[in-house]
């Protein structure tokens, strides 16, 4: 069986060594998942163009076998890489963690990654799986932000009372809800990849001598 690869995409003025992002590696490893977390070029004054190329080189062409988790801007930046795919790839998986996909009254400088709407519904029809992590106190993208999102990819969002942007200064190293949404998405990738191990073993069983 093919490994499980799972892709960590970061937000503005972030690293992979901020917020949860380490922990939830150091977790899905254990769990036999291979992991990067990418660090994404210039984070403090991101430019599209840059963004959409490194995840490009760093993912390549993602499969069945592959997830995608975004935090805030790496969410568009996650539904960005994953529209510039050949419209009959199928992805494995997208969890957005504080996601939006319009101009944030915020964030004004993060205008130039949505200045142009996507696909949302075609890019949906290559996941195999997809949800939203949201909280209703979220100053930097307010939640409503993450429901429409929601609503547009046809997808759950699973939404925290208290959680404010998920970042490490608001008390956030770890998020075991992510683990949890991410280890659906393993198990089901692994549990679609069993009946074709099933053939495979039967056929090797019939053709070897008694």
């Known amino acids: ?13 972030a690293s992979p060594q901020a917020n ?14 291979q992991v990067t977390v990418l660090a994404m070029p210039a984070p403090h004054a991101p430019a599209p163009a840059a ?18 988790v975004g935090h805030s801007l790496g969410c568009i ?3 960005r890489y994953l529209h510039k795919l050949p419209a009959t790839q199928r992805v494995g998986g997208l969890l ?3 996601g939006f996909d319009e ?11 949505v200045a142009q709407p996507l696909p ?27 429901a429409r999102l929601a609503q547009r990819l046809q997808a759950p969002l699973h939404l925290l009372k208290q959680g404010g942007h998920f970042l490490d200064r608001e008390g956030f190293t770890e998020l075991p809800l992510a683990y949890e949404q991410v280890m659906v998405t393993v198990a089901a990738i692994r549990a679609a990849a069993t009946p074709d191990q099933q053939i495979g073993r039967t ?5 070897s001598p008694d």
Not at 1 to 13: A, N, Q, W
Not at 23 to 32: F, G, H, I, P, Y
């Open 120 to 146: 949302l519904a075609n890019i949906r029809a290559r996941l195999l799986h997809c949800a939203l992590i949201a909280s209703c106190d979220d100053a930097i993208v307010p939640q409503p932000y993450s």
């Open 96 to 98: 957005l963690v504080s």
């Open 1 to 13: 069986m093919s490994p499980v690869k799972v892709f960590i995409i970061h937000g503005y003025t």
């Open 51 to 68: 963004w959409d190329a490194h995840l490009l080189e760093g993912i390549g062409e993602a499969d069945s076998n592959t997830i995608l």
């Open 77 to 79: 930046a996650a539904l």
């Open 20 to 33: 949860w992002f380490p922990w939830l590696a150091t977790r899905l490893e254990e769990q036999d998942v």
């Open 203 to 207: 056929a090797t069983r019939g053709l």
């Open 103 to 113: 101009p944030l009254a915020t964030l004004p400088e993060l205008t130039p990654f």
